[in-house]
């Protein structure tokens, strides 16, 4: 077989693939907004109906208690090795509206980018390898290695569902590598692959005062406001330093040595890039490390959104009954999601003034991953980046985080690669999202080099045997 | 004429008045939100029709760059003396707007209460002195003083047209006495005249971080979040001791001796009774004052709203580009709005952290005021609470705002009888604001009594003369 075929076919319907992802898209499949729940079932109906016109076998939907999963596969042989492709159709939300210079379900091409909200994150990743498949199929007629495609609808949401079904259908989901393209590159000319993508903890704090809202003249100066409480006690969140306040926070944080550190301020964002990418005046946060390292070594703790009271045009004169913040930890290894959840809610407790009322919900929640940066497939994908960009990717930690990751390593035991084509300015989680038409391009290429080189070297030694998976001790020190 | 004739016409006609009041609260009249700007007109005409209808002069809209006044008069004879009735029938947003038991803009009647917004504040009050002067026209045929009605349609938003009107329209507007219902009484069986009202400056305060909205995987730790920079300078605003931290506010606040202090304690309500009015579990605020004193005799800052980020269901994981604050200040004597206005900007400028960048817009402001308690008119108005509720009055403070009273006395040199038909319980401001039904009909007698009694006020000692309006130096000391 023969990949420049399947890659002379991606070139000439470079336009149609274009179109097919704007197609995509245009459904707005926000997780988190049961209006959205009927949308949502359509995108995986059509994602099915894609699966199956490029040639998967049984491609269906996997009906969960909330938002379907789309699985699909096609066997070559037994002497292959089996690839999962994992990705997300769902998107988050689009709020501030007023910021998007177009609709965000409106695809629309502006200079070399597609704006539109999942365009990078992560409809238009996941669509590379769907392409790159359909390349293969519509060339050589089948894969160099087994496929089993895997995209849910929930993981902007923490994957309620995913992690479950994991656990129950081992047998289906079994793969001797994992392909997951969620993450970022450096720049259009520096690609990368991830080996480490931070844990998340998703709260909500609730502050409740008088038992209504009041007339702010009748009784200013008397109640305490819960706006008030509540922007006091988020004060406490961090010290001076920049360092979380919570008690015991940081006592699991793996420490690095000066090999790992080293070799990330030589390959890997600069504190100037990162501000830059963030527009961003000045940097902020923990003494003593790098903003790389803030962003990937160190936990965060961001409050993601605050409300209470009037919010509208001009004046209201009230004070509110109750305030609310909705705040996200990001956790590194060796931080326990619910360690921290308990340590969240017992330093709330501290803090809450005698004069209101707190609660605190937990959304959502994911373990910090590492991967093994020594795994063939990470050669594989490494081989496949200096075919598909023309140059050899990096190896970078993500501050963000994938849910899946986890249990792709300790409960399937499946080694996983992050090919990240997504670029820092793509506005993932922010209006005007976009995703860089040649890394479209440049990543189904080197999605069909990915799978090339895989097969290719799992004949030489076969993959899983070779594996170091779930060993997430790993630094990337001893890679070049 | 004959008082007891308007009484009997407006006992024979309350399920009239109430149909009426509510067809007047149906006009969603939200003066801050611009979208209702034809509502608002269509209301100002309404209202027009009605004055025609119960027999004023000229009644009319006077035209001003944003919501229309409406104006009507009717002379009886220049042995009388003239009384301004002001009223405003512009209304505070509803949001929250789930909290409502029925409809805002759908009036509705439970138990002894009309639910609406707008019931007390101020619709139903203003239509109390309407109906007053009906009774009287359709008995007596004529009214025992001269009746000039102002009713403006933004209170609300700090009365920006109407003070200019006042200053160009003194002919006009000329009045020996001016009435202004828009304030509460302490309980059903507890009538009160307002003798202060505090002053008001309200603020808007942007935090601007980033240049875009940011993923809070990608970004959090390394760059300040809005959210948490504008929690961190609201915690700023007030010290541990409840009171207002920003250096000078306090410097020109009244001190008020003993006497006042032990008048205050004694007529005024306890700390207990503004806690259960408040619903709330707490009391708060600046030592060594009893609430009742920190709610009139002392300024207060109160956060009205705050919102950055996402507010939507879920979770987004976002670090957002820009927060904003709504806060006002409530004045007291002799503290001045613009002098206010630059303290605060000037300790915002001061915290303000170098990681972002901050931007403070007035939205209004208006003056603190006082009324001389011994007044002809209040004593009047005492007469006529004595005969509508059968109660003699009290004299109390409030601490909330009516920016057209500091112009009544210090442009038109009129002096101001605040008498207040609502209850602490009606939410103004709030969801779910009421009027008290009872206190419609008895404040419709209460003001049959009051025309009444100022004509006889007048015919032994002329109201002008005797007064000692623009003199807001006085404490209700004396007043028995």
């Known amino acids: 077989m023969s990949a420049a075929r399947a890659i002379a076919y991606a070139l000439t319907h470079r336009k149609c693939f274009l179109a097919e992802l704007m197609e995509f898209i245009r459904f707005p ?56 492709v994992y990705g997300h159709y769902d998107v988050q939300p689009v709020d501030p509206l007023d910021q ?4 965000p379900f409106a695809p629309t091409i502006r200079g070399s980018d597609l704006f539109g909200r999942g365009a990078s994150d992560d409809k238009g990743q996941l669509f590379v390898h769907v392409k790159a498949l359909e390349a293969w199929l519509q060339t050589a007629g089948a894969l160099p290695v087994n496929v ?31 392909v997951v393209s969620d993450t970022r590159m450096l720049a259009p000319d520096r690609p990368a692959i991830n080996y480490a993508e931070r844990g998340a903890l998703y709260l909500e704090l609730d502050v409740y005062g008088p038992g209504r809202d009041l007339h702010s003249g009748n009784f200013g100066g008397a109640v305490h406001n819960p706006l008030q409480a509540l922007s006091e006690m988020i004060a406490q969140l961090h010290d001076q330093d920049g360092r979380i306040a919570i008690p015991g926070i940081y006592e699991r944080v793996r420490r690095w040595g000066s090999g790992e550190r080293t070799r990330m301020a030589r390959t890997g964002p600069s504190d100037d890039q990162i501000l830059q990418d963030a527009q961003a005046k000045a940097p902020w946060g923990e003494c003593g490390y790098s903003l790389y390292e803030r962003l990937t070594l160190r936990p965060a703790l961001t409050i993601n959104g605050m409300s209470g009271g009037y919010q509208g045009a001009g004046a209201k004169g009230v004070i509110p009954g109750r305030a609310t913040a909705k705040l996200s930890f990001r956790l590194v290894p060796d931080q326990d999601p619910q360690e921290v959840d308990r340590l969240f809610r017992s330093y709330i407790r501290k803090i809450t003034p005698s004069t209101v009322r707190t609660v605190v919900r937990t959304i959502s929640s994911a373990e910090p991953v590492l991967i093994d940066p020594h795994h063939a497939a990470i050669r594989a994908a490494h081989f496949a980046y200096r075919n ?8 970078l930690r993500s501050g963000g985080t994938i849910p899946i990751l986890n249990a792709l390593q ?34 189904i290429e080197t999605s069909i080099w990915f799978m090339q080189a895989l097969a290719n070297a799992h004949r030489s030694n076969p993959l899983r045997t070779s594996s170091r998976a779930a060993t997430p001790n790993m630094s990337a020190e001893a890679v070049p």
Chains 1, 2 share one sequence.
Request: proline content about 8%; glycine content about 10%; hydrophobic content about 40%.
């Open 100 to 103: 998007w210079r177009s609709p």
């Open 29 to 84: 499949t926000i997780s988190a907004q049961s209006q959205h729940r009927g949308d949502i079932a359509r995108c995986a109906r059509w994602l099915v109906r894609q699966l199956q016109r490029i040639g998967l076998d049984d491609a269906r939907i996997i009906a969960t208690r909330h938002h379907p999963i789309v699985f699909a596969s096609r066997t070559t042989g037994p002497d292959r090795p089996t690839l999962l």
């Open 148 to 178: 089993k495609c895997l995209f849910e609808g929930e993981e902007e949401i923490g994957s309620p569902n995913l992690l479950p079904l994991l656990s129950r259908r081992r047998g289906l989901l079994a793969a001797d590598v994992a």
């Open 410 to 443: 300790n409960v399937l035991g499946t080694p996983t690669v992050l090919m990240g084509f997504a670029l820092p300015d793509d506005g993932m989680h922010a209006p005007n999202e976009k995703f860089h038409i040649p890394n479209f391009f440049k990543g």
């Open 388 to 395: 598909g960009f023309g140059i050899a990717p990096i190896l």
